[in-house]
């Protein structure tokens, strides 16, 4: 039986040509939708877009940086952020390579976007790894204020986000692209930037990192938050040698060089950028002061007319403080002070003074120094402001409260937690000893060192330029230095030790006024030079009575001090308050032949484009001529050869252990020419000792905040004991330097000198000073009786 033939119906043929349209429609209609999507995103519709001129300057908070006369960093302004910029050329080679691959190993063959990484990332739904370029993290940086938690909204800023990134290539260069990423990432702990973070986890510039440095920062670009590496060193460490083995599977190091720098530790040197931290402290905070006024002062305006921000605005301010030697002294004062307080603090035991820090007063007086010292404190201001009255702030004052204070500890500057009353914190407080020091070059009136105190964090009072106090027979030179130019004395001649008394109403004395000498001798003659040596009050008191104190008034002001000064006859031992500032100034006129140059602290100010907007102009005055300047020095120089500075001579100390105990460093056996003045005020107040070499010149003072906190006696209390090891240990240091180049040669001699200065026939050994005192000015007494 024939088979009947089955034919399929046009009905029942299957029409695919629909679902192929209706593809295409759907895939161009995407493709057209994604092109929409970033003309929209492009056009700014969905969501604000950097213009031109912004991705030429992105909106970065800049640092203001202060850079020494050597090039070094002393520190920054900041509010924020701690930016400081650098270009492609300063980053090393294997930190680029480690951010190339763990970042981004395609970065050099992209436009900004990476295809194969996105297509990856989509089909893979992110397991596969991120997409994220390096200029997509950049623009997301730069131009992304608060990623969304809301998945739309975040889609659309990624979108934003490769569009900018795209836009950056056309702007910048690879290079350009990579420095900018650097410098703009936050790594934690003030370390906005390569730069700063460099600084502080390692202690150096970006420049200098090494291998495993490199990787760890570049490990931290995961999520600084949680890869802090004083927080978590552990996870930062995994995160550091993921960047090692990422960097040895694309061949940029060995499998030997991997496994070895995984093993071992980060190698952290912590060094905390802050404003109460680092180098040069009480400096930069004066020069905080002057960038205010600065920026204040309508002739400094950028050119739109508005002000320049301190915080932000990336000026570079270079200064004319070396960062070496502000290291030296900084250092020196970090040996002296904390064995001299260490021998302060003997003292003052309750067994020994049961007023300690105070001496010679009673409870009633003490009382009310601590009242008034409450009053002028920020504790009161702050309480003030709160609405609380005195009685309550008062009370506050006797509640124990936890705080955190300064101390020595093992001879190195320390903190320790404790629970104490303010009150008997104000005390204790008051019971330390500070310094103050500055240096400077006389023949440029450049300042190379500014030291304020011994601890910014808990002194902030500067004692440089702040602080004013009784100079004591650091004055003298000054009488000295007029009686030659009105009498033209000799260092050569001799004048009588004898007592004197300064006659009523001479000189505006109310009363008759009589000088006692220090050492109680009053036999034989002196000549000038051992009377400045040993400091005999009654010689210098019988030049005042030749010259009149008018004209060392008028000296004084010449040589730059600022404040008024009586001009009574009790001025010749030194009773005006004179700041370091102003007296390292004035003795610098001495060393540079009678001409006096304003101190120096700033050369120039650029902006972050290097334009250059404030240059300083020095400023000079002749205050006295060429001889009468060598003369003083020349007298200056027997203090140092044969008086109460002698002992940074040769073996001086050897005899006297009790000072290579305690005090510091002798002996500092210098022999070069040295011209100086040791200074110390009433009851061993305050000790000062000025020191000068022809190219340099150093201040130094010591002393508490109270004048009735001081040691006992001049063993200790005098200037060459408190002040005078601060400047020979940094002066010992400064010579080791060879690169600082600080002289050790003579003064220079004018020519036709017409004042004789050789006493070589004179009896040296008429000094009369005490042997304990060593020569040294122990205390001034301006009595009228």
Same mark, same amino acid.
């Given at each position: 039986?024939?088979?009947?033939?089955?034919?399929?119906?046009?009905?029942?043929?299957?029409?695919?040509?629909?679902?192929?349209?209706?593809?295409?429609?759907?895939?161009?209609?995407?493709?057209?939708?994604?092109?929409?999507?970033?003309?929209?995103?492009?056009?700014?519709?969905?969501g604000e877009m950097p213009d031109h001129t912004r991705?030429?300057?992105?909106?970065?908070?800049?640092?203001?940086?202060?850079?020494?006369?050597?090039?070094?960093?002393?520190?920054?302004?900041?509010?924020?952020?701690?930016?400081?910029?650098?270009?492609?050329?300063?980053?090393?080679?294997?930190?680029?390579?480690?951010?190339?691959?763990?970042?981004?190993?395609?970065?050099?063959?992209?436009?900004?976007?990476?295809?194969?990484?996105?297509?990856?990332?989509?089909?893979?739904?992110?397991?596969?790894?991120?997409?994220?370029?390096?200029?997509?993290?950049?623009?997301?940086?730069?131009?992304?204020?608060?990623?969304?938690?809301?998945?739309?909204?975040?889609?659309?800023?990624?979108?934003?986000?490769?569009?900018?990134?795209?836009?950056?290539?056309?702007?910048?260069?690879?290079?350009?692209?990579?420095?900018?990423?650097?410098?703009?990432?936050?790594?934690?702990?003030?370390?906005?930037?390569?730069?700063?973070?460099?600084?502080?986890?390692?202690?150096?510039?970006?420049?200098?990192?090494?291998?495993?440095?490199?990787?760890?920062?570049?490990?931290?670009?995961?999520?600084?938050?949680?890869?802090?590496?004083?927080?978590?060193?552990?996870?930062?460490?995994?995160?550091?040698?993921?960047?090692?083995?990422?960097?040895?599977?694309?061949?940029?190091?060995?499998?030997?060089?991997?496994?070895?720098?995984?093993?071992?530790?980060?190698?952290?040197?912590?060094?905390?950028?802050?404003?109460?931290?680092?180098?040069?402290?009480?400096?930069?905070?004066?020069?905080?002061?002057?960038?205010?006024?600065?920026?204040?002062?309508?002739?400094?305006?950028?050119?739109?007319?508005?002000?320049?921000?301190?915080?932000?605005?990336?000026?570079?301010?270079?200064?004319?403080?070396?960062?070496?030697?502000?290291?030296?002294?900084?250092?020196?004062?970090?040996?002296?002070?904390?064995?001299?307080?260490?021998?302060?603090?003997?003292?003052?035991?309750?067994?020994?003074?049961?007023?300690?820090?105070?001496?010679?007063?009673?409870?009633?007086?003490?009382?009310?120094?601590?009242?008034?010292?409450?009053?002028?404190?920020?504790?009161?201001?702050?309480?003030?402001?709160?609405?609380?009255?005195?009685?309550?702030?008062?009370?506050?004052?006797?509640?124990?409260?936890?705080?955190?204070?300064?101390?020595?500890?093992?001879?190195?500057?320390?903190?320790?937690?404790?629970?104490?009353?303010?009150?008997?914190?104000?005390?204790?407080?008051?019971?330390?000893?500070?310094?103050?020091?500055?240096?400077?070059?006389?023949?440029?009136?450049?300042?190379?060192?500014?030291?304020?105190?011994?601890?910014?964090?808990?002194?902030?009072?500067?004692?440089?330029?702040?602080?004013?106090?009784?100079?004591?027979?650091?004055?003298?030179?000054?009488?000295?230095?007029?009686?030659?130019?009105?009498?033209?004395?000799?260092?050569?001649?001799?004048?009588?030790?004898?007592? /004197? &008394?300064?006659?009523?109403? !001479?000189? %505006?004395?109310? *009363?008759?006024?009589?000088?006692?000498? #220090?050492?109680?001798?009053? $036999?034989?003659?002196?000549t000038l030079k051992d009377a400045l040596a040993s400091?005999?009050?009654?010689?210098?008191?019988?030049?005042?009575?030749?010259?009149?104190?008018?004209?060392?008034?008028?000296?004084?002001?010449?040589?730059?001090?600022?404040?008024?000064?009586?001009?009574?006859?009790?001025?010749?031992?030194?009773?005006?308050?004179?700041?370091?500032?102003?007296?390292?100034?004035?003795?610098?006129?001495?060393?540079?032949?009678?001409?006096?140059?304003?101190?120096?602290? /700033? &050369?120039?100010?650029?902006? !972050?484009? %290097?334009?250059? *907007?404030?240059?300083?102009?020095?400023? #000079?005055?002749?205050?006295? $001529?060429?001889?009468?300047?060598?003369?003083?020095?020349?007298?200056?120089?027997?203090?140092?050869?044969?008086?109460?500075?002698?002992?940074?001579?040769?073996?001086?100390?050897?005899?006297?252990?009790?000072?290579?105990?305690?005090?510091?460093?002798?002996?500092?056996?210098?022999?070069?020419?040295?011209?100086?003045?040791?200074?110390?005020?009433?009851?061993?107040?305050?000790?000062?000792?000025?020191?000068?070499?022809?190219?340099?010149?150093?201040?130094?003072?010591?002393?508490?905040?109270?004048?009735?906190?001081?040691?006992?006696?001049?063993?200790?209390?005098?200037?060459?004991?408190?002040?005078?090891?601060?400047?020979?240990?940094?002066?010992?240091?400064?010579?080791?330097?060879?690169?600082?180049?600080?002289?050790?040669?003579?003064?220079?001699?004018?020519?036709?000198?017409?004042?004789?200065?050789?006493?070589?026939?004179?009896?040296?050994?008429?000094?009369?000073?005490?042997?304990?005192?060593?020569?040294?000015?122990?205390?001034?007494?301006?009595?009228?009786?």
């Amino acid at each position: 039986m024939a088979k009947k033939k089955t034919t399929k119906s046009k009905s029942d043929t299957v029409d695919f040509s629909k679902y192929i349209r209706w593809f295409w429609m759907l895939f161009a209609g995407g493709i057209f939708a994604f092109i929409l999507l970033f003309l929209l995103a492009s056009w700014g519709l969905l969501g604000e877009m950097p213009d031109h001129t912004r991705l030429e300057n992105p909106e970065t908070n800049l640092a203001t940086e202060i850079i020494s006369s050597d090039g070094e960093t002393l520190g920054k302004f900041y509010f924020n952020d701690n930016r400081t910029p650098v270009g492609y050329e300063d980053l090393p080679k294997n930190l680029v390579d480690a951010l190339i691959a763990t970042e981004d190993i395609r970065f050099y063959e992209h436009s900004g976007i990476d295809g194969r990484g996105t297509l990856r990332a989509i089909f893979k739904f992110g397991s596969g790894g991120g997409a994220s370029t390096i200029s997509q993290q950049l623009a997301k940086q730069l131009f992304t204020d608060q990623v969304s938690k809301n998945k739309i909204e975040r889609a659309l800023q990624k979108v934003r986000e490769w569009i900018i990134a795209i836009r950056l290539e056309r702007q910048y260069t690879k290079e350009e692209i990579i420095a900018q990423y650097f410098n703009i990432y936050d790594f934690g702990n003030n370390g906005d930037g390569i730069r700063s973070a460099s600084r502080i986890y390692f202690g150096k510039e970006p420049k200098d990192l090494d291998l495993k440095e490199s990787a760890m920062l570049v490990g931290m670009f995961k999520n600084s938050a949680l890869y802090n590496p004083r927080r978590n060193p552990v996870g930062v460490k995994n995160r550091r040698n993921v960047v090692l083995a990422q960097m040895h599977k694309y061949e940029y190091i060995s499998e030997e060089v991997k496994d070895s720098l995984q093993a071992t530790e980060l190698d952290l040197n912590y060094t905390p950028e802050s404003h109460k931290e680092g180098i040069a402290t009480y400096f930069r905070e004066y020069l905080r002061g002057f960038m205010k006024e600065w920026a204040n002062d309508k002739k400094n305006r950028k050119p739109d007319g508005s002000k320049y921000d301190l915080y932000s605005d990336g000026l570079k301010v270079f200064v004319t403080i070396d960062s070496r030697m502000q290291q030296y002294a900084e250092d020196a004062i970090a040996q002296h002070m904390p064995k001299l307080q260490a021998e302060f603090d003997h003292q003052n035991t309750p067994d020994r003074n049961k007023t300690a820090p105070f001496l010679e007063l009673d409870q009633s007086e003490i009382n009310k120094l601590m009242k008034d010292a409450m009053r002028r404190g920020e504790r009161w201001r702050i309480l003030k402001n709160q609405g609380k009255s005195d009685k309550e702030i008062e009370a506050s004052f006797h509640e124990p409260i936890e705080m955190t204070v300064f101390k020595w500890i093992d001879g190195k500057a320390g903190e320790v937690d404790t629970v104490m009353k303010p009150i008997d914190s104000m005390r204790y407080y008051k019971s330390f000893l500070k310094p103050g020091m500055m240096s400077m070059d006389p023949t440029t009136g450049h300042v190379k060192a500014w030291v304020g105190g011994m601890n910014y964090k808990h002194f902030q009072y500067d004692m440089v330029k702040q602080g004013k106090r009784q100079v004591g027979s650091t004055f003298k030179p000054f009488v000295y230095a007029t009686a030659i130019d009105q009498l033209q004395v000799s260092p050569c001649d001799s004048f009588p030790r004898t007592p /004197i &008394t300064i006659e009523a109403n !001479k000189y %505006g004395n109310p *009363l008759p006024w009589t000088v006692k000498n #220090s050492d109680g001798n009053y $036999s034989g003659k002196q000549t000038l030079k051992d009377a400045l040596a040993s400091s005999t009050n009654t010689v210098t008191a019988r030049l005042m009575n030749e010259i009149g104190p008018q004209p060392v008034v008028e000296m004084a002001k010449k040589l730059g001090v600022e404040q008024d000064i009586a001009p009574v006859p009790a001025i010749a031992l030194g009773t005006p308050d004179i700041s370091v500032y102003e007296m390292v100034a004035a003795y610098s006129t001495f060393a540079n032949k009678g001409v006096y140059n304003t101190p120096v602290l /700033i &050369t120039r100010i650029e902006d !972050k484009n %290097g334009t250059v *907007l404030y240059q300083v102009a020095p400023e #000079s005055k002749d205050v006295l $001529s060429e001889e009468v300047a060598y003369v003083t020095v020349n007298l200056m120089e027997g203090v140092t050869n044969a008086g109460s500075g002698r002992r940074l001579r040769h073996n001086w100390a050897t005899n006297v252990p009790v000072y290579k105990e305690i005090i510091t460093g002798y002996p500092y056996e210098f022999d070069n020419p040295i011209a100086g003045k040791t200074g110390t005020t009433q009851n061993q107040s305050d000790g000062w000792f000025m020191g000068m070499v022809p190219n340099l010149v150093t201040g130094v003072w010591v002393g508490a905040e109270d004048r009735a906190a001081h040691f006992k006696s001049i063993t200790y209390g005098q200037g060459a004991s408190m002040a005078l090891p601060i400047w020979g240990l940094y002066m010992k240091a400064c010579y080791e330097d060879e690169t600082l180049d600080v002289s050790k040669d003579n003064f220079e001699k004018p020519s036709g000198l017409s004042i004789n200065v050789d006493c070589s026939v004179h009896d040296e050994g008429d000094l009369g000073a005490d042997s304990n005192t060593e020569g040294d000015d122990v205390e001034i007494d301006v009595d009228f009786e």
